[in-house]
């Protein structure tokens, strides 16, 4: 089983970032604390990176860069970023599970005739919450959380002023405001709805919907959309994990599978 979670689906910058780990009946118990990224702060996160590393049978991230999300939509750049993430497992999985309710992993049912779409070899599940039930998901969430926040702190050296060492890419006020100054560069996504154009792209639209099913908090800053489903926790615990928020049971899962009770 390849467990998957994607990562900067709601960013006005930077790429989508798909995090896959392939784990069998043989994977011993997932490293303790590890957890959905979202609930952990970015220390938390790079200390269980050297244990994830040895972890499970394989593990990959998978990118779609900005022009790609321009391109080909979203939904789609997210399918291209899993499809090179599992390219790069060097497993081949028979099921892989997917944080959610919508399988944008699968070739859509009506392929697009610009776009080249691949045959898949295996079954595709979701399940909502999957990143704090499955061990393998949560695992994948930190790796492309780590993997990703790394690319947008080396975008920052190359773009300063817009502030992705800190807001990596999501539209944090500093980042809206050198937008509405500077205007986008070529690590931004056209297709958004961003401050110098006024306009409403079809990406956009996708991350508002995504939002909205996935409870995450749409706000709206001036003519910017701002998906806020993947910003730094404000307050943790001295584990990384927001109080009251910890997976009951996570270092006590079967091995490699369920971090907590179906």
Known sequence: MVGMDEVGRGALAGPVSVGAVAVDLTTRTCPSGVADSKLLT???RRRLLPALGRWGLAR???HASPAEID???IVAALRLAGGRALAALGVAPDVVLLDGSHDWLSPPLQPDLFVEVPEVGFAVRTRVKADQRCA???AASVLAKCERDDLMVALDAAHPEYGW???KGYGAPEHVEALRRLGPCPEHRRSWRLPVTGEVGAGCAEAREDADATGARATRTGTVVAVEAEHEPG???GAGVRPGDEPSGASDAPPGWVMMDA
């Open 71 to 73: 391109e080909v939509g």
């Open 42 to 44: 970015p220390g938390a």
């Open 60 to 62: 990959a991230v998978g």
């Open 235 to 237: 307050t943790a615990d």
């Open 136 to 138: 393998s998901v949560a």
């Open 165 to 167: 060492g800190g807001n």
